[in-house]
């Protein structure tokens, strides 16, 4: 079997690809089976390198913190021992963010690697018999992507219109899978790293990334490309004609993308932003994402400039003790992104 991973920011559509590429008779992708053994692995490195954060899975090599070399050589000498495997994977047993629940059957020995934890619990928890492929989808874990494409992990990563991932984080239309509203800079930090690894990986054979526009609007041409990619037959034309189907043989309606109505597909939700965002919010985005938005091929509804970096200010941001809710507005954030505009511009 290959393995393969799934990831991207929140609410990028990871979901949506991870289910779809399960419904191919070789593939098995398990969605968010482990993500505090990511969490555990960067709070080790931070810890080691003395660097105090909360939101481990949410800095920025690219920001400065530390080397993506740095961080690799960490991951491929890094072993977890089995008792702190024991309490991790008990303690997701109530965790909100393991979509879905795994046995923790590893043979005890002293320590593991991240991989041999990624395999043997995969491996051990798939509902396929014969599969060729397995995997998981982990968000923001773009970070492991080097360590992962390095050990011959086939990795896919998704991108989807950073105004839409704000109006889905910020603003969602049911549950709130990221907690309360963040700082629109916060998000947007989040959603560059994954352009970031992009860029840096572009000549690996064993990465590609996806559109989420393009899965929603050309679902059997994109999934088409997956599956060549990972080197197994695409899906037959009508696979989905049923629907999307889960784990357990039930049609999946988990995702509001979902709608059995007029395909297996909804592409309602592409530019559902302009129902929600003020124009200050787009200019914002559009601003602080310019160059990213230009790498990927996304129209602008709005001229970016420095000065809505300068005056934008976040409303509706709960205080919090791990996030000062004028993070947009800092005045340290705001030099940092006002010289990166102008780096990105010229």
Known sequence: MNRTFITGMGRSGTT?????????????????????????????????????????????????????????????TYEINYQTLEQLFEKMKSYSGQMTKV???????????????????????LAKKDVHFFGAKEIMCEEFIPYLV????????????PRDVVASVNYPQKEKYLGNKKPTLFVLRGWRR???YIKNLKNSKNIIYVKYE?????????????????????????????GIYDRDGELWKANTSFDTKTSFISSKSVGGYK??????????????????????GYSFDTQPNKGIIKTFKDFGVEASEH?????????????????????TAN
């Open 275 to 296: 129902n929600v965002l003020s124009d200050d919010e787009i200019n914002y985005i559009e601003s602080i994402c310019k160059s990213e938005m230009e790498l990927m």
């Open 194 to 196: 994954t352009i970031d």
């Open 103 to 125: 046995s923790f059957n590893l043979p005890k020995k002293e320590t593991y690697t991240l991989l041999e934890v990624f395999d043997l619990i995969l491996k051990n928890n």
């Open 16 to 76: 949506l690809l991870d289910k779809l590429l399960s419904n191919h008779k070789n593939i098995e992708i398990l969605s968010q089976p482990f993500p505090l053994l990511f969490t555990e692995a960067k709070k080790t490195f931070l810890k080691q390198n003395e660097i105090e954060k909360y939101y481990v899975l949410n800095d920025n090599v690219f920001d400065g913190d530390y080397k993506i070399e740095d961080f690799n050589f960490f991951l491929h």
């Open 214 to 242: 393009d899965l929603v609007t050309a679902p059997y041409e994109i999934l088409a490309k997956v599956t060549d990619f990972l080197g197994t037959a695409p899906f037959e034309k009508n696979h989905f004609k049923k």
């Open 323 to 343: 996030l000062d809710k004028e993070f947009s507005s800092l005045s340290e954030n705001i030099e940092q992104e006002i010289k990166r505009y102008d780096a």
């Open 150 to 161: 390095q050990n011959g992990t086939r990795v896919v990563a998704i991108v989807r219109d």
